[in-house]
């Protein structure tokens, strides 16, 4: 019997992608909003209560109207907004991030998808922080870069209007109020008692981002190799998780970090980058892959217990 699956926010740039990857799928059953009733309540909440899994693909508030819309105990909502990411009830999808989470995943019916910044940071924390290598009370900083994309269908039209913005040719920071949504996320599912300083950084590129965390060895007591052997054991046997062979040769020959490397796949690369006193650790993902629609369907999968045979 196949899955009924409904996207809310269909029309979005994370919705639109996760109906690409599933239309591969025999497995998989999509349930259809007509697109001149895709804001219409009754709607929505008819096709969220026929769903075996609903994907919410929407602003905050939007979501949160979702959630309470569903009355079928059976739906699985996975909400690819920051609405539920801290909320009791509700299980962080990320299935790599400590022992246990993928059996919570496979049994809960509320998912919250993780942020596409906080997944990266959260992928290189939490196995410091579960080793001891990084103290929970650490201030850490963290630098990210990624494309445009990212900022949804308004970000896209801006900087794909022509002639484009004299602003826009360059790399943009900002997040400058230092209160960045995904702070809480980041805090909560490493353990860290502060979140991060946290610098994001959006360039005149669709999609891609990397995340950089410097760290120094010489106050944390540690060494890069042991860094290193966390990550490998943390993330041993996981398919979408590679990490690179310590001071990646291929990356440091080149002299570039390519942003742009897990495009179009649900793989997060590490890397630790490291002289005899400093490191930087960084990870790099799609933002619209593991960062966001590829990370909602492998939860998808981890749920209904279908993850190992398929690919994404
Ligand atoms: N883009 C990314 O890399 C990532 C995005 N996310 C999160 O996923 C969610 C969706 O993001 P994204 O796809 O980028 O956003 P978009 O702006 O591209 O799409 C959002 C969609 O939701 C629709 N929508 C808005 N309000 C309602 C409503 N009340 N009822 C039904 N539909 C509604 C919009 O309709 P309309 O077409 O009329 O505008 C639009 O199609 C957001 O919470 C975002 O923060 C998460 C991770 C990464
Ligand atoms: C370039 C850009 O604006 N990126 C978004 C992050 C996209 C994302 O992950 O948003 P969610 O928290 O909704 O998942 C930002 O930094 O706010």
Not at 47 to 69: K, Y
Not at 115 to 128: D, E, N, T, V
Not at 281 to 301: F, I
Request: some cysteine; charged content about 20%.
């Amino acid at each position: 019997m196949s899955t009924k699956v409904f996207v809310d926010g269909q029309e979005g740039t994370t919705g639109l992608r996760i109906h690409e990857v599933l239309a591969a799928r025999s497995d998989i059953e999509v349930l259809r909003i007509d697109a001149d009733k895709r804001k219409d309540s009754a709607e929505r909440a008819r096709l969220l209560n026929a769903a075996d899994v609903a994907f919410l693909c929407l602003p905050d508030a939007a979501s949160r109207e979702a959630a309470a819309m569903v009355t079928n105990p059976n739906t699985c909502l996975i909400d690819a907004s920051t609405a539920h990411r801290t909320v009791p009830g509700w299980v962080y999808g990320l299935p790599e991030l400590a022992p246990g989470q993928r059996a919570a995943i496979r049994g809960a019916k509320r998912i919250a998808n993780p942020g596409c910044h906080a997944s990266a940071f959260i992928l290189l924390l939490r196995p410091l922080v579960d080793a001891g290598l990084v103290p929970k009370s650490a201030v850490i900083s963290a630098t990210s870069i990624t494309g445009y994309s990212g900022g949804g269908k308004k970000m896209i039209e801006q900087y794909q209007a022509l002639p484009t913005e004299p602003a826009l040719t360059s790399p943009r920071p900002y997040g400058l109020t230092l209160a960045h949504k995904h702070l809480p996320e980041m805090a909560t599912h490493t353990g860290l008692a502060q979140p991060p300083i946290f610098q994001p950084i959006v360039a005149n590129f669709y999609k891609g981002l990397a995340v950089s965390v410097p760290l120094s060895l010489a106050a944390l007591g540690t060494t890069a190799e042991a860094l290193q052997q966390a990550y490998e054991r943390h993330y041993a046997g996981e398919r979408f998780i590679r990490v690179m062979p310590l001071r990646d040769a291929a990356t440091l020959e080149g002299a570039f970090f390519d942003v742009q490397a897990c495009n179009d796949t649900n793989r997060a690369d590490l890397f630790v980058f490291a002289s005899e006193f400093q490191a930087v650790v960084m990870a790099r993902l799609d933002n619209l892959g593991k960062g966001a629609s590829g990370a909602a369907v492998q939860a998808m999968n981890v749920h209904l217990g279908v993850e190992e045979s398929l690919g994404l």
